[in-house]
């Protein structure tokens, strides 16, 4: 079963705009990273954040945490058509070598050029 | 250096029929991840393989199993094929940096089953 939900489900916006995506999730996690997917390919890591962390950034990504809430969001400033993808965020239980990832149900960026 | 691969890429079976997929981790990678990802959903954890040892199993039916190689590569074996496997199979490697790190993840294997 999936750990949460991603919200929204989709978002188009014009490129240039900023996008941000939400995460709930349901468990205690030692981090939570987000990944991106293009086309039903494979996913590629974009960032990852520990529960002890509440904000980190990399380029245009902007990442925050909230553990008491649960919650995550992931900010993309400044998009580009080639920020079109599906997006999830995956919650981490375990230590190296029984790091199950958890993920939620994704949301589908499409950005309009 | 070479990424995470799958192969095959894309097979159609049959009901019942029996399939294998392949995976190479990234060289140095000794953690091996398999996932299911059904259409429009999220990847969902089946097996991880770390040194050859099965560290965890997601919620599968005996269906499914996996084995790890002394070189570190894997097969996900799935028997008696259902119309509900019908997924995007994707394998993903990892290492050991002194804490939970991201998984590197291959292209997948996108299986069919009519």
């Known amino acids: 079963s999936q750990q949460g939900e991603e919200d929204p489900q989709a978002l188009s916006i014009q490129e240039g705009e900023n996008a941000t995506m939400n995460c709930s999730y349901k468990t205690s996690i030692n981090n939570l990273q987000w990944y991106r997917q293009n086309s039903g390919r494979g996913l590629v890591h974009l960032i990852l954040?520990?529960?002890?962390?509440r904000e980190k950034h990399s380029g245009r990504l902007r990442v925050t945490l909230d553990t008491s809430k649960k919650s995550s969001s992931l900010l993309i400033t400044a998009s580009r058509a080639a920020d079109t993808a599906s997006y999830f965020c995956a919650t981490v239980l375990g230590r190296f070598g029984n790091e199950k990832l958890t993920f939620g149900t994704g949301t589908r960026l499409t950005i309009i050029p | 250096d070479a990424g995470v691969t799958q192969s095959p890429t894309h097979l159609i079976k049959t009901r019942g029929q029996h399939v294998t997929l392949r995976c190479s981790p990234i060289s140095g990678h000794k953690s091996v991840s398999w996932y299911q990802q059904v259409l429009g959903q999220g990847p969902q954890f089946i097996f991880q393989?770390?040194?050859?040892?099965?560290?965890g199993r997601g919620n599968f039916p005996d269906r499914f199993s996996a084995r790890q190689f002394p070189n570190y590569s894997s097969e996900l074996n799935v028997n008696a094929l259902l119309l509900g496997d019908s997924a995007l199979y994707l394998c993903?490697?990892?290492?050991?940096?002194?804490?939970?790190?991201?998984?590197?993840f291959g292209e997948g294997s996108r299986l069919t089953v009519l």
């Open positions: 993903a490697s990892s290492w050991d940096r002194g804490g939970t790190g991201e998984l590197f």
């Open positions: 393989y770390y040194e050859k040892e099965e560290r």
């Open positions: 954040i520990r529960s002890n962390e």
